[in-house]
């Protein structure tokens, strides 16, 4: 019996292999820190259901937006607020049309320490810590939350001197995480996953107490010419991508 592969089928073999190489197209994405756990599980997800390749820049919003408007090379734009993405699409560095909300994020004051915070706001009145941990206002839309939070509670001149900024959501967990602030208000994103605080201890924000945190994308100029962009897009308003989000306490 003849087991050789006929030369036709070689032939067809490569061409489907060289066909798929140059389909396979890579994305740059600028991407608001809180959502950097989510992100990372959906770029799998996303290489192996389309091919393409996401390569992520994770920061503040503020920071990205300068970048943007300096000319960093992104392609796709995850903002942690939607006045960010829509002042970007009316300057004309956006797709007109192509933003839209991707998530909904939810603001958390949280301690690394498992029995520190009893799930209220009790530990910031009686203020008997050293260090209270925000993201900067000006750059990180949940650190902006946070200050609108302590200003609804009445505690913002009395725990003014306490305050420790991060430049972003992340170095803000880092010193709650590393003890150098006993608690701060991070992103329930990076505390939570699969319907459990991951660890320490957690009052979750009334969304009343703040202005509703709306995370919008928006597809750059860049990238409106790049298949694998404009498929990342899509890709966010897809059933697996919703899963991965509201698995990490987004809403939608």
Same mark, same amino acid.
């Given at each position: 019996?003849d087991c050789r592969i006929p030369r036709t089928w070689l032939t067809l073999l490569a061409g489907l ?11 740059? $994405? ?13 770029? %799998?997800?996303? /290489? ?42 009316? /300057? ?6 192509? %933003? ?15 029995d520190y915070i009893d799930g209220s706001d009790a530990v910031l009145k009686a203020n008997r810590f050293?260090?209270? /941990? ?15 939070? *302590? ?8 725990? %003014? ?24 208000? $991070? ?31 928006? *597809? ?33």
């Open positions: 019996m292999t060289c066909s798929a190489s140059v389909l396979a197209e890579q994305v740059q $994405v600028a991407v608001a820190a809180n959502f950097t756990a989510p992100l990372q599980a959906i770029a %799998r997800e996303f /290489a192996k259901d389309t091919g393409h390749t996401l390569v992520a820049a994770f920061g503040a919003t503020g920071q990205l937006y300068a970048q943007i408007q300096n000319g960093a090379p992104f392609e796709v734009f995850l903002a942690a607020d939607d006045s960010t993405p829509a002042r970007l699409e009316n /300057a004309g560095h956006g797709v007109v049309g192509s %933003r839209f909300t991707y998530a909904i994020g939810s603001l958390v004051l949280w301690s690394a320490k498992a050293q260090h209270l /941990a925000i993201a900067n206002p000006k750059a990180a839309p949940y650190g902006l939350a946070a200050t609108q939070v *302590l200003a609804k509670l009445g505690l913002s001149e009395s725990l %003014r001197g306490k305050l420790v900024e991060g430049q972003s959501i992340t170095q803000t967990l880092q010193f709650v995480s590393t003890g150098n602030a006993e608690l701060g208000f $991070v992103a329930l994103s990076q505390v939570y996953k699969d319907g459990q605080l991951s660890s320490g201890s957690a009052w979750l924000v009334p969304g009343e107490l703040h202005e509703p945190i709306r995370q919008d994308a928006l *597809l750059l100029r860049q990238g409106g010419n790049n298949p694998a962009a404009t498929a990342l897009v899509e890709y966010l308003k897809g059933p697996k991508a919703a899963e991965i989000i509201k698995s990490h306490g987004y809403q939608l």
